[in-house]
């Protein structure tokens, strides 16, 4: 008998913004027709807990982690923002911050964010790819840099989690990252990002996760599911997600929504509503774990 997933819910991947502060400028780009993420007018408005908590309100979510939004300036600040908002519906409770890794403050970064109890971890972003369009960083090499090295390292140190953005381009340099640190607990970000929907794009994806997953220490978030799969359905959500679980298990896999940016291709109600019935053919206790355990687990809540 298949059941549908209603027990508690942790969003293990979102954002908040108020624009106001002036703090998100690649939300409202000067020249829209160069930006690797299309779709940004549709989201660039404020969005905070409160508007978290209407979207969400459905799904019986007990609490989130919010994952850092690319905050210009000082990354800190952003925490020191997340720390001023409301916790009372439990939206925001963890934090996944910033920092300039590879760059010459980023010690000093870490070291402030690990000072903060909600903060589990830091982003990378190694997601290069051959079109220029499609890049959120220039170096393909970058996840190989010294420096971006070290810095990486020093979460181990901190006892802080890697969240990480990629390509199925820097599956290799991700595998390599995983295995120099074998303490460091990795976390990919929205799937590995199946960005190229062809059969040879898609393939380049399969094996990339495939390879990665051979590392205990990473962990993937099957967040944002609609993204780079504009005619999405059920059935191709499905294909992607369940390729997810079948490289890194039950135990090493959440469902996550990356809203407001995933609003680009689906509702909140459609992505929880989309990995529920894909969950479905999971028993109750893989099903909890998918939605809820692990990612209480892996962002210490």
């Not at 990252?177 to 460091?184: Q, R, V």
């Amino acid at each position: 008998m298949r059941h549908m997933y209603s027990g508690p819910v942790i969003d293990p991947h979102h954002h908040l913004w108020d624009l106001s502060m002036g703090k998100h400028p690649w939300l409202l780009p000067s020249d829209p027709t160069v930006q690797a993420l299309p779709g940004l007018e549709q989201i660039a408005h404020d969005y905070l807990p409160a508007d978290y908590s209407r979207d969400a309100s459905k799904h019986n979510v007990v609490a989130t982690v919010h994952i850092e939004a690319l905050w210009a300036g000082d990354p800190v600040g952003e925490t020191r923002w997340l720390e001023t908002l409301d916790k009372s519906n439990g939206v925001a409770v963890r934090y996944v911050g910033g920092a300039s890794l590879g760059q010459e403050n980023a010690l000093s970064v870490i070291a402030e964010q690990a000072s903060f109890d909600r903060v589990t971890g830091i982003r990378g972003i190694l997601s290069w790819h051959p079109d220029p369009k499609k890049c959120f960083v220039t170096d393909p090499e970058l996840g190989r840099n010294a420096a971006w090295r070290r810095d990486v390292a020093a979460l181990q140190s901190h006892g802080l989690n890697l969240e990480l953005m990629m390509y199925p381009y820097q599956a290799e340099i991700v595998r390599e990252i995983a295995s120099d640190l074998p303490g460091l607990q990795i976390i990919i970000n929205h799937c590995g990002s199946p960005i190229d929907r062809d059969a040879e794009g898609m393939q380049r994806w399969r094996d990339g996760l495939k390879l990665i997953a051979t590392c205990p220490n990473i962990a993937i978030k099957i967040s944002n599911p609609g993204a780079y799969d504009h005619d999405w359905t059920l059935e191709s959500v499905r294909d992607v997600a369940l390729h997810c679980i079948d490289c890194f298990g039950t135990e090493r896999s959440m469902f996550g929504t990356d809203y407001p940016v995933s609003r680009i291709q689906m509702s909140y109600d459609q992505i929880y509503d989309t990995f529920k019935a894909i969950a479905a053919s999971f028993d109750l206790e893989e099903q909890a774990a998918l939605f809820h355990d692990n990612a209480k687990r892996f962002y210490r809540l």
